[in-house]
């Protein structure tokens, strides 16, 4: 996840919070911070030489951007900014990375009055993972056009046309509007009335694989192997982000697992975050070198425009869910061999992730592969950690094999 997050073209705009356990080898977390603190990533200086920081690493298995499913602490209030940063300033000696004076001023001055013109993002982002460069930008630029509408650089229209208003609890009845004969004229226009939302959620739609491969065995392969995936109802975990209004209470946002977000979301319109209208534009006006995503009155938006996501598809994952490429991938690549390489370059120029680094992965874990998944297998169903049982399930036949591998048990013909 490194090398896309300090090449977002908004860093320094956000705040990076890396969560670890707190009994993290100390070795392994000397050299985590080593790592961030070589590549620039946990302080900037002001013009007056005053620094800030830029990125956390804490100590912590409660985790703040849960799923339904996710054991959670009691204590734990998920997407309470205040409640994290609260936590962490009551454990200094879990504030492995970061400067504790910069986290104290920004949680007294999120405590502030100011909080009511606040909007809160959480952007979730696991280790294996990575994010266009331009992802962040653009949630934060789509969290102006819902939540802060006038500062936005296009006005919405007072009056749209009626087939774009959606038939929900948003239109009156003297909204729907009939011709004589039963016909709806879509070409009428009607009265937008825009209420931005309480809270809403954003996810990425099209979105890479990276698969590994075993470099012995597939010499032409080496870097490992990349497959799209494009999902149009269901939403991937990297780049899943939650905005709310500062004086929201957080507790009141529905705690969603990935896979159930639009699902949940679309059909129930903007009723249930307290929205009203669509945020739409003058189509006259539109810039062709930048389209607006559609809105389609819910508490639920698609991140569009590019590939907004990779995930890294190895024993590291929690879920344990696509490890190997499904027959949809396979037969799209086979179907568009163009894809192939255009993703390769995706991956170098909106991704940054360079094929040296991909090679040196791509061998660690075929050394590694088995090791990687006992410690995956001994973390399930910890706290702060998903718990399934068809994780559990394949975790075990490495841990099988690695056993196997090292006398374990014999396998005898008949």
């Known amino acids: 996840c490194l090398p896309t997050v300090l090449h977002q073209t908004a860093w320094g705009q956000f705040l990076w919070v890396i969560r670890t356990d707190p009994g993290l080898d100390d070795e392994i977390k000397k050299e985590l911070v080593n790592v961030l603190d070589e590549a620039g990533a946990l302080v900037k200086k002001d013009d007056d030489g005053k620094e800030h920081a830029l990125t956390y690493v804490i100590g912590s298995n409660v985790n703040y951007i849960v799923s339904n499913s996710t054991t959670l602490s009691p204590s734990a209030r998920p997407f309470d900014v205040r409640g994290m940063l609260s936590d962490a300033l009551s454990k200094p000696q879990f504030i492995f990375a970061g400067n504790a004076e910069s986290m104290q001023m920004l949680f007294d001055e999120i405590s502030s009055q100011r909080v009511v013109q606040d909007v809160f993002l959480w952007t979730r982002l696991d280790a294996d993972d990575g994010l266009n460069v331009a992802y962040m930008e653009y949630i934060q630029s789509q969290a102006i056009r819902y939540f802060l509408p006038d500062r936005y650089e296009r006005e919405i229209m007072m009056e749209i046309p009626a087939e ?93 697992d990935h896979d159930k977000i639009i699902s949940h979301l679309r059909p129930k319109g903007g009723s249930i975050c307290k929205r009203t209208g669509l945020s739409y ?51 799209s690549v086979r179907l568009q061999p163009k894809l192939t390489p255009f993703m390769w370059q995706s991956m170098k120029k909106d991704f940054r992730v360079l094929n040296k680094d991909l090679l040196g992965t791509n061998a660690y874990f075929a050394e590694h592969v088995y090791d990687i998944a006992e410690e995956n297998a001994r973390g399930q169903c910890t706290k702060g950690h998903s718990c399934k049982s068809s994780s559990k399930d394949l975790l075990q036949q490495y841990v099988d094999l690695k056993r196997g591998m090292e006398g374990g048990f014999d396998v005898n013909d008949g």
């Not at 590939?307 to 037969?331: E, F, H, K, W, Y």
């Open 164 to 256: 774009k208003l959606r038939s929900n609890s948003q239109q009156s009845k003297n909204e729907t509007l009939k011709k004589s004969d039963g016909v709806e004229e879509n070409h009428k226009l009607i009265k937008n009335t825009y209420t931005p939302p309480q809270w809403t959620y954003w996810c990425a739609q099209l979105n890479i694989d990276w698969f590994l491969t075993d470099p012995s065995d597939d010499p032409d392969h080496k870097n490992g192997t990349v497959f799209p995936v494009v999902h149009a109802n269901v939403c991937v975990t990297p780049g899943v982000t939650v905005a709310m209004r500062g004086t929201f209470d957080p507790l009141n946002v529905p705690r969603l």
């Open 281 to 331: 534009f003058d189509p006259k006006e539109i810039n062709l070198n930048k389209k607006e995503a559609e809105d389609d009155g819910s508490c639920f938006h698609m991140a569009t425009g590019g590939i907004a996501a990779i995930r890294s598809r190895t024993p590291t994952s929690a879920g344990m869910l696509g490890v190997n490429p499904d027959a949809n991938q396979l037969g």
